[in-house]
Each structure stands twice: as structure tokens, then as C-alpha cells.
């Protein structure tokens, strides 16, 4: 298991490093703290995505064709996203090229250019993708249609830009946000990899240096539950399958219940054969291609997404199912086997899904988002072992409610 230590760079900004001798990587992950799309005014919610978009369109002397083309040429991966809270970058490279990817990331966050042309491009495709639910239905019911349904006036809720308001933004948008958000006060750091501890404290000090001190975002979110009321909504899309997707409780991140939360879903819908969902609904009725629930995980929210693929002419009775599964998940629990399978198979997810130091400095960035300390991962497994099943089935019993699903059905069936 990998040794993440805090260190402090010259700014005073403490950062969380882990050294990895196997392979000659480096990985930065640079966080923006309190900028993500809930923390905009109504008619700016798409700025940090609009930003994380059009910043890869160029820097300093860099075109956004010859900004590819030096990142394919030094073998360095690029790569960013914005979600309602936060504005995250993610930097992997080779040692060997060291001095010119950080000469790079300098420039990239520094001076980046905002063509006029790209913009229109991008913001376009923002637009596109929140009006159209047949692009992704899947995606649209998580980053658009439930959020807005789950917390009303919530900034969670508002967070969601309409599309008429996405295309009046412009590049003057884009850099006031850069130079209000991205700066050193709002930094959350990471870096692992092939690097000494002194080497990290010199590329912490690299990086930093081409970002302005700037004034810290506050956070003023709230934290809540997400309301569940018993609706079914239908969408029409052509051909023979349906997507039906519903919502249901999880519990926030500060909770003790959060990892008997854990196994519980990974028992109702983990995605294995093994789950109540793909057992009953598939194996037995018939009534179900796939099935399974994900977590959906805010800073100050949570809740599960569930999935339910099937035929148009099935719909009813996987609906019909699913309700009385919940209901009997509740009112009888788990088993001690099923206690004991999914903490190993949660535990075996970790060591499958964090093998190499790009794995884990994903991990961790989350996790110091979050508030968590260096030890995030031995705190996950520790938690996940002092689970009992009376913890796991008196939750069950008290968050699950067959009664009361968002659903949203989206197939060939009007």
C-alpha cells in the first residue's frame, strides 16, 4: 500500500505526495477549490465547463493544433473536468521530460488563449448535449435531469445551465473565471510518482509559481438530502430497448453509516451476478439485460443512481420488480455471506482499481477534496471491516422505501 505524506512547498501550501519507484512516471493532479457549477450565478453555471474545455484550445505561443502536437511529441497526457463543486487537472508525463511538461503546465495555466472560434464550437456542444437526452440518456439523467428534480432550489438544483444560456457566454466569461478561480489560495495538490520528496517540493514550487496568490472561494453550499418523490417520467427514444433510470438515498460523507451504505448497494446492485438486482430480475425473470446502482457523490450531497436495461415490452415488470425487491431488502436484510462477499469484493475493487500512481493520486485528490486526511485509504478498508450486519441491515430498513422512486423510463414506448 502506498505511504502518502504531507509535505509543504515554499507557498505554504501543503500538498499530499507519494513516491513510486516502478515505473518513470510523474502524476499532478491541481484542483480549484469552491468554482465548480453550483457556486456560478444562474446564467454562468457552464463557465468551469465551458473553461475546462476551451483552456486545452491553446496557451502562450501555443495554437491549440501545436499545443497537441508538443504533448504527443513529450508523451504527456492532459486532462480535465469541472463538476458542481470543483475544477480539477490532471497531469501525467515521463521523468525523462520533466523540465518541458512543467514549462508547459506553467504556460497552460498562466496564459491561456480562449480563440473566439473554439468557444462557439464547444458551447454548442454544451448546448446540444443539455437539450438532447437521445445523445446519452444515461448521462443526461445523471448530470441534468435528476439533479434538477432531487434538489428543487438547491444550488445543486440550479446548477444546470439552460442552453440559451450557455451560448451567450464568451471569452470574457472564460477569463474573468481564470483570473477570479484559478489561483493559489483555491490550490489542492497532488503528486505522485517517480520523484524524490525535495523534487516534489521544487515541482510544487514550479507549478505554483505561474498561478497568482488571488483571493480564497468560500464555500456557502449547504449540505442536503436529496428529495425523493414517487414520479415516473417517460422519454421517447426509437428503438427496441428501454433505459429505466431511478434515484435512491445514500448517506453523506461525515456519516458513520457511510461504509454499511457501501455494501449495502454493492449487495443490491454492485453489478456482479451476485447482486439482488441482476438475480432476481435477470437469472430468475427473465426481465433485464443489466442492471446494477452507482454512487453519486457531492460535497455536500449523496445519493445512487440506479440503471435498469431492457426490452420496451418489459418496462412494467421491472419496475413492478424492482420496488418489491427494495421492499424485501428491507423488511428481511442481508445474509452473513453476503456481509462477507462484499466487503472482500470491495476491498478486491481497491487493489484491482488503484495499481499504478495514477490511480492513486485520482484517489487521494478526491479524497483531500473531501476533507479527508493522508491515511483516506486505510480509513476506507478499516471502515469497511467494523461493518456489522446488524449496521448494514438496520440501515436498509431505515433509507430504502419501495414507496417512493424517482423513475425515469426512456425507450420506444410513448
Request: net charge neutral; charged share 25%.
Amino acid at each position: 500500500m502506498a505511504e502518502v505524506k504531507e509535505l509543504t512547498c515554499s507557498y505554504g501550501i501543503k500538498f499530499w505526495y507519494s513516491r513510486d519507484n516502478s515505473d518513470p512516471l510523474i502524476n499532478i493532479a491541481v484542483a480549484f477549490k469552491n468554482c465548480g457549477s453550483a457556486h456560478m450565478e444562474k446564467t454562468k453555471t457552464s463557465v468551469p465547463n465551458l473553461f475546462v474545455s476551451a483552456i486545452f484550445c491553446g496557451c502562450g505561443s501555443y495554437s491549440k493544433e501545436k499545443f497537441q502536437e508538443k504533448t504527443e511529441d513529450i508523451s504527456a497526457i492532459f486532462h480535465g473536468h469541472s463538476d458542481s463543486d470543483n475544477v480539477l487537472f490532471f497531469f501525467k508525463y515521463p521523468k525523462i521530460v520533466s523540465a518541458e511538461t512543467v514549462s508547459l503546465i506553467q504556460t497552460f495555466f498562466s496564459s491561456p488563449k480562449f480563440p473566439k472560434a473554439e468557444i462557439e464550437k464547444i458551447k454548442n456542444a454544451i448546448s446540444y448535449r443539455l437539450e438532447n437526452y437521445q445523445v446519452n440518456p444515461i448521462q443526461w439523467c445523471k448530470s441534468v435531469l435528476f439533479p434538477k428534480l432531487l434538489f428543487k432550489n438547491h444550488p445543486y438544483g440550479n446548477s444546470i445551465a439552460a442552453p440559451e444560456n450557455v451560448l451567450k457566454l464568451n471569452d470574457a466569461d472564460l477569463k474573468s473565471f481564470h483570473k477570479k478561480y484559478i489561483v493559489r489560495s483555491n490550490v489542492e495538490l497532488c503528486i505522485f510518482g517517480d520523484i524524490s520528496e525535495k523534487e516534489a517540493i521544487k515541482l510544487a514550487d514550479r507549478i505554483l509559481y505561474s498561478i497568482p496568490k488571488g483571493k480564497k472561494a468560500q464555500d456557502n453550499i449547504p449540505d442536503i438530502e436529496p428529495t425523493l418523490e414517487n414520479f415516473n417520467k417517460k422519454y421517447h427514444i426509437e428503438g427496441p430497448q428501454s433505459y429505466i433510470v431511478f434515484a435512491l438515498p445514500n448517506i453523506l460523507k461525515n456519516s458513520d453509516q457511510k461504509f454499511a451504505a457501501s455494501i449495502l448497494y454493492l449487495i443490491l446492485g454492485g453489478g456482479s451476478f451476485k447482486s439482488h438486482i441482476m438475480k432476481k430480475l435477470r437469472s430468475e425473470l427473465g426481465l433485464i439485460y443489466y442492471g446494477g446502482v452507482n454512487k453519486i457523490e457531492k460535497k455536500h450531497s449523496c445519493f445512487e443512481i440506479g440503471l435498469l436495461q431492457t426490452s420496451n415490452s418489459n418496462t412494467t415488470a421491472a419496475i413492478d420488480n424492482i420496488e418489491s425487491l427494495l421492499k424485501n431488502l428491507k423488511e428481511k436484510g442481508i445474509s452473513p455471506k453476503e456481509l462477507d462477499f462484499a466487503k472482500n469484493n470491495i476491498k478486491g475493487q481497491f487493489l484491482v482499481n488503484l495499481r499504478t500512481s495514477g490511480d492513486l493520486c485520482y484517489f487521494y485528490i478526491m479524497k483531500k477534496l473531501q476533507g479527508h486526511s493522508t491515511d483516506a485509504l486505510e480509513e476506507v478498508l478499516r471502515g469497511i471491516d467494523a461493518v456489522t450486519l446488524d449496521q448494514v441491515n438496520s440501515l436498509a430498513n431505515q433509507i430504502l422505501d419501495e414507496e417512493n422512486i424517482p423513475i425515469v423510463i426512456m425507450g420506444g414506448n410513448e
